[in-house]
């Protein structure tokens, strides 16, 4: 239920003009967000780097409603690739399709889109479309479907084990021979389209996580959950499948003791590493996945939110 409503903020852009003024809601989001600038998300690479862990930077931002928006977002996706490069850490972003414009208008979103891969080819880079709700899977795996065929491998998407279409749409990947990133799903769905269980989620995890492992292209497996990560080393382990095979993918400030313990112990760790000033929705599915702070953030949005009415302007 917690969930459901924290998704269901997520998608409320009054609550987040309200959120975002939060001090405490800011300091909750600069742990799940390197920063503001390309420069943070940079160092935070860098920092990463140090330890033998690689990442894929973002901008947060989604749901764009103006062309020059989606125009401003890929401009600053080519500032990151650039910056990646010179900082010489693996070249290596994720983008949204509805920051670039899908929203709007899908060709101003596919040249976007191939503008940002044609950059990252030249820096021999590589770009993963980030998978949103259920409403945009068709036409993101088409969008795809046709940059894919173009970029000789510098592309990769997100297949979420939520959604019940996923057997599907793995096997078909798989033929295509296409890097998948495989995440449990992020957003509020109907019961239709995804699974309402965490029981069957995690188990349609599990066998999509077993077919990619086997038989798909360097699977990013984006976890941070203990248990398929330690089946997903046994099932390697016992199946003759390398760790060079494939890589354990996190999101940046969550379970960091892991990320590090998984490396040291020479697992591939790749952490997803978000930037910019558009956090709040960013920050509500993460709280959605961990509600344990948010009691506490709620406390005090609703207080500072009462000083200020009853505060004389
Ligand atoms: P689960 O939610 O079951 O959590 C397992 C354990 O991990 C928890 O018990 C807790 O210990 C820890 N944990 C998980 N989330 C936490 C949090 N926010 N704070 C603190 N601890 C937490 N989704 C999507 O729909 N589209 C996408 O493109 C992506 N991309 C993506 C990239 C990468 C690299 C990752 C790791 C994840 C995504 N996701 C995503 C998000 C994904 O769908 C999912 O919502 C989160 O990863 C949480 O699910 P877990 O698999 O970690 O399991």
Request: glycine fraction near 6%; proline fraction near 4%; charge should be positive.
């Amino acid at each position: 239920m917690l969930r459901r409503t924290l998704l269901w903020l997520s998608t409320r852009p009054r609550v987040w003009r309200f959120v975002r003024k939060n001090r405490l809601a800011r300091s909750v989001a600069s742990r799940f967000v390197a920063g503001e600038t390309p420069e943070s998300a940079v160092a935070a690479a860098v920092a990463l780097k140090a330890r033998g862990i690689t990442t894929s930077v973002d901008i947060l931002g989604e749901s764009v409603s103006e062309a020059p928006a989606a125009e401003a977002a890929a401009a600053e996706y080519h500032t990151v690739l650039d910056r990646m490069a010179r900082a010489q850490v693996e070249v290596n972003v994720s983008v949204k399709p509805t920051q670039m414009g899908l929203d709007l208008d899908p060709a101003l979103c596919e040249r976007n889109l191939r503008c940002i891969i044609a950059k990252a080819r030249t820096l021999q880079g590589f770009v993963r479309l980030d998978m949103e709700s259920s409403a945009y899977t068709q036409r993101t795996l088409e969008l795809f479907d046709r940059l894919h065929q173009e970029a000789d491998g510098g592309v990769g998407v997100v297949i979420q084990a939520a959604l019940r279409r996923s057997t599907e749409d793995v096997e078909r990947l798989i033929a295509r021979s296409a890097r998948v990133r495989l995440c449990k799903g992020a957003y509020l769905e109907p019961a239709t389209v995804a699974y309402p269980d965490k029981s069957d989620v995690d188990a349609h995890y599990q066998r999509l996580m077993e077919r990619l492992l086997s038989a798909g292209n360097y699977p990013g497996i984006a976890t941070h959950d203990e248990r398929l990560i330690r089946h997903a080393q046994r099932f390697a382990e016992s199946n003759g499948i390398g760790r060079e095979r494939f890589e354990f993918q996190m999101l940046y400030g969550v379970r960091r003791d892991l990320q590090i313990r998984l490396r040291a112990a020479g697992w591939n760790v790749r952490v997803y590493v978000p930037f910019g000033t558009q956090w709040y929705p960013y920050l509500m599915r993460r709280l959605a996945e961990r509600p344990a702070n948010i009691a506490f953030i709620l406390g005090s949005v609703i207080r500072e939110g009462l000083s200020r009415q009853s505060t004389p302007s």
